[in-house]
């Protein structure tokens, strides 16, 4: 059996959703079959309880519609990648899903402790990673993040161990820009531009089939701030490593109502014009994942009235915020983070209704674009 998504796959599994969810609910990505909502696992307590909790609600959201799962290996200390691995492992075993069907991303980047913190961290770092020389006290920016080849292959084989595979569908070098805070950009980009062709080597062992770069702040910025990044850059470092064929295909960065800038400010360079990020990707034929579709849940109540009027046959806020993001040209998945069963049913609710129209939502933003 595949170890990793296909196409045949994804396909299949949006065919078993076709009478139960809207038209528009799967869109086309990598050659996958996407379902437009995604589960995200970042928040939660650092506990058995909250691990039981995301091992419910990913085998709740792929009985409805649900085939695209994130993670990263920081998140709860490594615990909701395992949780994730967990859950996925016992829905294959019992059949009730197959593992070419889903597609599974994860990050690295950050420096994730095992399961809980220890007492003291720089003894940690120091055993972990320094004497085993897989990175130095110098690799280290912001005393938190490392984007070395050696330490991204290396938290690449942890997270292939916690989520119980032997290929991840998709991974993300984690917040890139915090590196900029520390080193000069001519250094970053050398360094991103090396870590690029460690992950095509993971491309051609079978370990990923895809890459990207997961952000927070780097593609929302204007041009001239210091975390600031350019996807025709990132692409240009790609064709360097491998030519046109290379594995650089998707990104990951925020977007919300409270977060719009990905679609209205004008700040990547492209063939000489000035255009949204959204724009520029998919010119370049990159895919794009929103995150922090509902801002930690802040966007999950309290929004204006008139968004029932806009986003109609709709019941709560958290699911016309979610219909925003998936709604949005040039976005594949929205990623929402889910623990509850509860808040899956009523999330992938939203699967139900078709995409809105441009016309019903652009005029939202119409005042907020910038250069």
């Not at 490392?146 to 991204?152: A, E, F, L, V």
């Not at 051609?204 to 952000?215: D, E, L, M």
């Not at 960065?253 to 255009?275: I, S």
């Not at 929205?334 to 509850?340: D, H, I, R, S």
Request: aromatic share 8%; glycine share 8%.
């Amino acid at each position: 059996m595949p170890d990793h998504a296909t196409a045949e796959g994804t396909a299949a599994y949006r065919r078993r959703f076709e009478h139960a969810l809207a038209h528009g609910h799967f869109r086309s990505a990598s050659g996958w079959q996407l379902s437009s909502i995604g589960l995200g696992t970042n928040l939660g307590e650092v506990d058995s309880r909250t691990d039981a909790s995301y091992r419910d609600a990913i085998c709740a959201a792929l009985q409805l519609g649900c085939n695209v799962f994130d993670s990263a290996i920081n998140y709860r200390f490594q615990r909701s990648e395992r949780a994730v691995g967990e859950a996925l492992a016992a829905a294959f075993s019992a059949g009730t899903a197959r593992r070419e069907e889903v597609v599974i991303s994860t990050k690295g980047g950050y420096l994730p402790f095992d399961g809980s913190a220890p007492r003291d961290p720089s003894q940690w770092f120091y055993d972990v990673l320094v004497s085993t020389g897989i990175t130095t006290f110098d690799d280290v920016v912001a005393g938190c993040h490392c984007m070395t080849p050696r330490y991204i292959q290396h938290q690449l084989a942890a997270s292939l161990r916690n989520l119980r595979l032997h290929c991840v569908d998709i991974y993300y070098i984690h917040n890139p820009e915090t590196q900029l805070s520390e080193i000069r950009r001519t250094q970053f980009l050398r360094q991103l531009r090396a870590t690029f062709a460690q992950l095509e080597e993971a491309v051609a062992a079978g370990q990923v089939r895809v890459y990207g770069v997961a952000t927070w702040s780097g593609f929302r910025q204007p041009e001239g701030a210091r975390d600031y990044l350019s996807l025709p850059e990132m692409v240009h470092l790609a064709e360097e490593v491998a030519g046109t064929e290379h594995h650089f295909r998707i990104v990951q960065t925020p977007f919300n109502l409270a977060m719009p800038e990905v679609l209205t400010r004008r700040n990547q360079r492209l063939e000489g014009e000035e255009v949204s990020l959204l724009s520029a990707a998919v010119s370049l034929g990159i895919t794009v994942v929103a995150s922090a579709s509902l801002l930690q849940g802040q966007l999950s109540r309290k929004l204006s009235p008139g968004l029932a009027q806009v986003f109609s046959g709709l019941e709560t806020d958290a699911q016309r915020a979610i219909q925003l993001v998936r709604s949005t040209p040039g976005l594949t998945t929205a990623l929402v983070g889910m623990k509850q069963i509860c808040h899956v049913e009523e999330n992938l609710a939203v699967g139900r209704v078709p995409p809105a129209l441009p016309s019903q939502f652009m005029k939202l933003f119409d005042d907020q674009t910038t250069n």
